[in-house]
């Protein structure tokens, strides 16, 4: 399977500040990733598709200018959080998809934990 | 919209013994069927994926099955360990679609020993 790297793991913050995180893709070049969001004991909800060398596809509800997105390379997609408040404390998630003729499969990253104080 | 609902929300049983965890999805145009192990504090990892055009696979351990007709797919442990314990996930995607997967909500294992 694909190797997907996250950094950081873990990161605390104070509220009104930005926090980048990225997602490689250490393996092969992913010209798509996705960015996912789970809060404690939920699921994984979808935030929006990363592609690279173009505008990143938002989900409904999911604020484009609050969560940031650059796919400047084919190994390397940023989320960045801006102005960073409690409430968007949770665990992010990034994914690569795997597609060729045999298989379609996502590999996700280790995850970030995002502390907003 | 699309939705993928899960059963049961929590599942404890006997080191030894089988575990079931169920998942019905709504989008007829799902054609890829993948389940996640996810350990505290980790991101989710593949154990085992079935395609539309399969009905049974099995790895080991772990076997899914699919029931188009119904919309139904399950993931079966058998002879579980305490090393099984996690949150496992199914998931339906319709690669046709933008390879967009749909989450259940997740099953909490307890294996005991």
């Known amino acids: 399977g694909a190797v997907v790297s996250q950094h950081p793991s873990r990161v605390i913050c104070k509220s009104g500040t930005s926090v980048k995180i990225e997602c490689r893709s250490l393996?092969?070049?992913?010209?798509?990733m996705f960015w996912y969001r789970q809060f404690p004991k939920q699921s994984l909800m979808l935030m929006a598709t990363?592609?690279?060398?173009?505008?990143?596809?938002?989900e409904q509800g999911v604020e484009k200018d609050k969560f940031l997105i650059n796919h400047a390379s084919l190994t390397l997609s940023t989320l960045t959080v801006t102005s960073a408040h409690p409430e968007d404390s949770s665990f992010y998630i990034c994914?690569?998809?795997?597609?060729?003729?045999?298989?379609?499969?996502?590999?996700f990253g280790p995850g970030t934990r995002l502390t907003v104080l | 919209g699309e939705n993928v609902e899960q059963h049961p929300s929590t599942l404890s049983v006997q080191e030894g013994d089988s575990a079931v965890i169920k998942c019905t999805y709504s989008?007829?145009?799902?054609?890829?069927f993948p389940w996640y192990k996810q350990e505290l504090g980790k991101g989710p990892q593949l154990i085992i994926d079935i395609r539309s055009n399969v009905g049974e696979k099995k790895d080991q351990r772990i076997a899914v099955t699919l029931n188009k007709t119904a919309k139904h797919f399950s993931l079966h442990i058998t002879e579980t360990q305490p090393e099984d314990s996690a949150v496992y996930f199914c998931?339906?995607?319709?690669?046709?679609?933008?390879?967009?997967?749909?989450f259940g909500a997740g099953t909490r294992l307890f294996v005991k020993a």
């Open positions: 990363s592609n690279e060398g173009s505008k990143a596809t938002y």
């Open positions: 393996d092969f070049q992913a010209t798509t």
């Open positions: 998931a339906a995607s319709d690669r046709a679609g933008g390879f967009k997967t749909i």
């Open positions: 994914s690569v998809p795997l597609m060729d003729i045999w298989t379609d499969t996502q590999y």
């Open positions: 989008d007829s145009a799902s054609n890829y």
